[in-house]
């Protein structure tokens, strides 16, 4: 029995999943792989799997799973559980909880244009609503089983979220863009550690990399030589100091990655040739930038 997301009853009390919990502890927000709970209204208790561990050290991904002492606490919100039961005519109004639709998922962009940056959840919104594995819908009755919908992925960390996941697969095509076409992770994914053959159009391109801090600046680095148009170089992005000012836990993580070796880099968008000599990560608009990389211990 597995979580996709999980509350956190430390540091930051929102519904995250568990990559998040991950580089939370390394960037030192969060501490304790106990400190999970159902939602925020159901004190189920989980544990973050491999809560402390690398991405190099992984076994196994992060995960949530019933914690050490769950078989002491009653779970009776059903939130883990997959809509099986088959449903009545309908034609009666009832309290019934949403649940993603895993053979099916809503990946909100263009490839050509990425993510968006997400909007920071005003307070006056229905806070039931912060779990993207479940909501409900409140009408009289309560009998109904769970109701699918489609699953919805607006982020990079979310789409990560499903690439590492260990119980989904990555050679079906279940992901739907904005434009209606359908692909598969692999067929989103490239790894640019092992294939040094970089296609010419938009993907998570991923890898090992390292950061050079310059005064105003940093240069990210992937670790190996790739060749795209007969142009060999190891690709590599600039990001301005003064664009991470308003996001401080990502400013620390890039301060606190420039001084070890190497790391996991992400990032969603195609790379391109410059000047003839050089591999860059391309960045059409600087707004976005941020919301289509991901950097991670």
């Given at each position: 029995?597995?979580?996709?997301?999980?509350?956190?009853?430390?540091?930051?009390?929102?519904?995250?999943?568990?990559?998040?919990?991950?580089?939370?502890?390394?960037?030192?927000?969060?501490t304790?792989?106990?400190?999970?709970?159902?939602?925020?209204?159901?004190?189920?208790?989980?544990?973050?799997?491999?809560?402390?561990?690398?991405?190099?050290?992984?076994?196994?991904?992060?995960?949530?799973?019933?914690g050490k002492?769950?078989?002491?606490?009653?779970?009776?919100?059903?939130?883990?559980?997959?809509?099986?039961?088959?449903?009545?005519?309908g034609?009666?109004?009832?309290?019934?909880s949403?649940?993603?639709?895993?053979?099916?998922?809503?990946?909100?962009?263009?490839?050509?244009?990425?993510?968006d940056?997400?909007?920071?959840?005003?307070?006056?919104?229905?806070?039931?609503?912060?779990?993207?594995?479940?909501?409900?819908?409140?009408?009289?009755?309560?009998?109904?089983?769970?109701?699918?919908?489609?699953a919805?992925?607006?982020?990079?960390?979310?789409?990560?979220?499903?690439?590492?996941?260990?119980?989904?697969p990555?050679?079906?095509?279940?992901?739907?863009?904005?434009?209606?076409?359908?692909?598969?992770?692999?067929?989103?994914?490239?790894?640019?550690?092992?294939?040094?053959?970089?296609?010419?159009?938009?993907?998570?391109?991923?890898?090992?990399?390292?950061?050079?801090?310059?005064?105003?600046?940093?240069v990210?680095?992937?670790?190996?030589?790739?060749?795209?148009?007969?142009?060999?170089?190891?690709?590599?992005?600039l990001?301005?100091?003064?664009?991470?000012?308003?996001?401080?836990?990502?400013?620390?993580?890039?301060?606190?990655?420039?001084?070890?070796?190497?790391?996991?880099?992400?990032?969603?968008?195609?790379?391109?040739?410059?000047?003839?000599?050089?591999?860059?990560?391309?960045c059409?608009?600087?707004?976005?930038?941020?919301?289509?990389?991901?950097?991670?211990?």
């Open positions: 029995m597995s979580f996709e997301t999980a509350y956190s009853t430390e540091g930051i009390f929102e519904n995250i999943n568990a990559l998040e919990a991950n580089q939370h502890f390394f960037d030192g927000i969060l304790d792989p106990y400190a999970f709970q159902c939602s925020e209204n159901c004190s189920y208790p989980l544990t973050c799997k491999s809560f402390k561990k690398k991405s190099t050290e992984w076994k196994k991904a992060p995960h949530f799973c019933p002492n769950h078989s002491n606490s009653v779970h009776t919100c059903g939130k883990e559980q997959e809509d099986t039961s088959p449903h009545t005519d034609q009666q109004n009832q309290e019934h949403v649940e993603k639709n895993k053979d099916r998922i809503s990946l909100n962009i263009f490839l050509s244009t990425g993510f940056v997400l909007k920071i959840k005003s307070e006056k919104q229905d806070d039931h609503t912060e779990d993207p594995s479940i909501r409900t819908i409140r009408t009289p009755n309560t009998h109904l089983p769970p109701k699918k919908e489609n919805q992925v607006n982020s990079l960390i979310r789409l990560l979220h499903y690439y590492y996941s260990e119980s989904f990555n050679n079906q095509y279940l992901f739907k863009t904005l434009d209606n076409k359908r692909y598969c992770l692999n067929d989103l994914f490239f790894d640019l550690d092992t294939s040094p053959e970089i296609p010419d159009v938009n993907k998570v391109f991923f890898g090992t990399a390292r950061i050079i801090e310059k005064p105003t600046y940093y990210v680095r992937m670790k190996e030589f790739c060749t795209l148009r007969n142009i060999r170089s190891k690709p590599s992005i990001i301005g100091k003064k664009l991470l000012t308003d996001n401080i836990t990502l400013s620390n993580r890039f301060n606190r990655l420039s001084k070890i070796s190497e790391f996991k880099f992400f990032y969603f968008g195609k790379i391109i040739v410059r000047r003839n000599e050089y591999l860059n990560f391309e059409k608009s600087e707004s976005k930038l941020l919301a289509n990389l991901y950097l991670k211990d």
